[in-house]
């Protein structure tokens, strides 16, 4: 007899990185793959994403967009490595860039820096700006961006002396009419991950290192999502992660939670 195929998700994240800013051996940088059906998004691309995609199967041409939370780089390390194995693979379709008004600048130099001239990797760049509370679409998926205080202190401290520099930071509610997922990238305050909840999710993927536990499962007890995914965890919880999910699991007082590791793939 021969056995039925099991059928992919429709709706999935893969992670391909889910380390915070201080790099380990058991962590790539920040890089999230979302499955709504036939559209997918790469959400942030820090070091290591290049590799990720390729170890998942992901081909050249199947991305349709990209969204950069912030310039930190462990969101933005793997850019240009990015473009060049986009590029070396044979993509053909423009690819979309949704990132902070200011960092498009950067990035563009940083493109011409390495040497990745449009005219030289074979397919086009659509730049676009984020703007807090302006929806776009992206493939089927509409994307709602929302702001991060997560860059606000560096900001007071050394705007002045870099007045180009992108200190924007934004979250991302995506939805297809089908499953609805919140992405808080990093931020500031555990409050604006329940921002993000105002409406149902499916699904939250949220960061756990520049943010406290108690608030943050407050704001989530607040609109429980469908399930939640813990990322960028701060570094020192590694060596003692059994200890770390009691903790979520009694905050959460048993809502479905995840504590993510690089190269998982979870169905919403």
Known sequence: MTPTPIAKPTHSLKCLGVGEGKPCGRRHSSAFLYRFGSTRLLVDCGDGTSHGLIQAGVGPDDIDALLLSHMHSDHVGGFSMLIQSLWLHGRRRRLPIHAPARAIPALKAWMQATILHEDLVGFGLDWVPLTAGKPFSAGAVEVLPQPSSHLDSLQRSFGAVLPDTA??????????????????????????????????????????????????????????????????????????????????????????????????????
């Open 167 to 268: 200190f924007e930071a934004f979250s991302f509610q995506l939805h297809d009419g089908h499953r609805r997922v919140a992405h808080t990238a990093d931020i500031g305050r555990a409050d604006e991950a329940g921002r993000l909840l105002e409406v149902h999710a499916d699904l939250l993927v949220t960061e756990l290192s520049h943010v406290r536990l108690p608030e943050l499962a407050a704001a989530i007890r607040g609109n429980p999502p469908g399930k939640t995914v813990f990322v960028h965890v701060a570094s020192e919880w590694l060596s003692v992660e059994p200890e770390l999910a009691s903790q979520i699991q009694d905050q959460l007082g048993g809502m479905p939670f995840q504590i993510a590791r690089d190269e998982d793939e979870i169905p919403f």
